[in-house]
């Protein structure tokens, strides 16, 4: 008569098919009595395919999704998702086609670019831009016309205030350029 059996465990919460182990015979009982560990049971798990697991609820098996660990991306916003067990793609609204592009939308089958949002990004950025050089100008500019109001001013410091007065115009024009905000041909800094 064998005195170990093997016996197949599961997770306390999930149910989860965890492995199998071995359940000894009870030296204290005449019958055929086994000391089983907890969480486990006697029935053996059904078999699984990819991204599936074994789940033991209500006293029996069953087989579910498993893509934990599989990257996942939403259609809706192209953000990783963290699949649970149970989740499939089709549930939460994702693909496994990754990664998506920068500004990417989901078209049907694969990943498109959204060429509004790209064309809104990239016109922030460039305004951005402009913004801090045109701040960096009228930084420049503000201490050398105070010289030129005060009477102050030499001579290079009023060929500064005019290189940095022409600068700060041709930021002002840069929005004009044919291919704004595509490609920017920015003026050349005075000094540099």
Same mark, same amino acid.
């Given at each position: 008569m064998p005195t170990t059996k093997t016996v197949y465990t599961y997770h306390a919460e999930t149910g989860e098919f965890m492995g199998d182990t071995l359940a000894d015979r009870?030296?204290?009982? %005449?019958?055929?009595?086994? !000391?089983?560990?907890?969480y486990s049971t006697e029935q053996a798990p059904p078999s699984t395919g990819e991204q599936q697991? =074994? =789940?033991?609820?209500?006293?029996?098996?069953?087989v579910q999704a498993d893509w934990r660990g599989v990257p996942l991306w939403s259609k809706q916003t192209a953000q990783l998702v963290q699949a649970r067990w149970g989740d499939t793609p089709e549930?939460?609204?994702? +693909? +496994?086609i990754a990664p998506p592009p920068e500004f990417a939308v989901w078209q049907g089958k694969k990943w498109g670019i959204n060429t509004n949002a790209q064309a809104q990004a990239q016109q922030a950025?460039?305004?951005? *831009? !402009? =913004?801090?050089?045109?701040a960096v100008a009228d930084a420049a500019? +503000?201490? !050398?016309?105070d010289a030129v109001d005060l009477g102050m001013a030499t001579e290079q410091e009023l060929q500064f205030l005019q290189s940095w %007065?022409?600068?700060r115009v041709e !930021?002002?024009?840069?929005?004009?350029? =044919?291919?704004?905000?595509?490609?920017?041909?920015?003026? *050349?800094?005075?000094?540099e």
């Open positions: 009870s030296p204290l009982d %005449k019958e055929v009595v086994w !000391l089983m560990p907890i697991v =074994a =789940a033991f609820q209500n006293g029996e098996w069953s549930s939460l609204q994702a +693909t +496994t950025e460039v305004e951005s *831009e !402009l =913004a801090r050089r045109r500019i +503000t201490p !050398l016309q %007065k022409r600068y !930021l002002s024009r840069v929005p004009q350029q =044919a291919e704004y905000p595509q490609n920017v041909i920015w003026p *050349e800094i005075p000094g």
